[in-house]
């Protein structure tokens, strides 16, 4: 599937890893957003959220409950609440979803790295038209209580709150990586120790995820 490339809406892509070498995940994301607008939010940039009409949060390596150490988390989680209060449609993906949960009241913890494919129980919203309940999952962290506001729309055996969504701002979350697919298998294996079974990219659909995001940022934006 490729990448859609004919939107006219501003869009920003958050990125927020902080290891140099696993940056392929951001690359990948930005990828299905050619048309955007990349922030390296670790290194200080800031999207001009004054002629933004979506915003895109990425995956990291980096904690949510490292805001100590990290000052530009609690800089993250205080974007989510400005793109809230101005009802911008924003997708967090993975990190994001723990960071947009967390800015808004919810809990992440360290329950345990999950790097394999698997399947999900996905609501029926427009985030998820189209995709099939078998999603690429990466991460150690997990959201174990929802933000206020927001309600869940995915879940999973090993992580119940697997995906979110605002009751009434247009945010959308996900904890797994809409992005990935086979083509980073290698350096899953060798970053998270991938697991191959039982399930198969060729059950995966979930790039569909970002399609679904830009329509939904376009049918806003008219």
Do not use: K
Not at 88 to 102: R, Y
Not at 184 to 208: C, G, H, K, M, N
């Amino acid at each position: 599937m490729t990448a859609l490339r004919s939107s006219s809406s501003t869009l920003y892509v958050v990125r927020s890893e902080v290891d140099p070498d696993c940056e392929y995940h951001c690359d990948a994301l930005a990828s299905r957003f050619p048309d955007a607008t990349e922030i390296d939010f670790v290194a200080g940039e800031r999207p001009p959220l004054e002629d933004a009409d979506g915003v895109v949060l990425t995956g990291s390596t980096a904690a949510v409950y490292e805001a100590d150490r990290r000052p530009w988390i609690a800089d993250q989680e205080a974007l989510v609440r400005e793109v809230v209060d101005q009802e911008i449609p924003t997708l967090g993906v993975c990190f994001g979803h723990q960071v947009a949960n967390a800015a808004l009241g919810g809990t992440v913890e360290n329950v345990g790295t999950t790097a394999a494919l698997v399947e999900a129980n996905l609501a029926d919203d427009p985030l998820f038209e189209g995709v099939d309940p078998v999603v690429p999952a990466v991460h150690g962290d997990a959201v174990t209580e929802p933000g206020e506001g927001m309600e869940i729309i995915a879940s999973a055996d090993h992580a119940p709150v697997f995906g979110t969504r605002h009751r009434s701002a247009p945010l959308w979350t996900v904890q797994f990586h809409p992005e990935i697919t086979a083509a980073v298998r290698d350096r899953l294996v060798e970053d998270f120790d991938w697991v191959s079974q039982p399930f198969s990219f060729e059950d995966v659909s979930a790039d569909r995820v970002c399609e679904n995001f830009e329509r939904l940022v376009a049918e806003r934006t008219g």
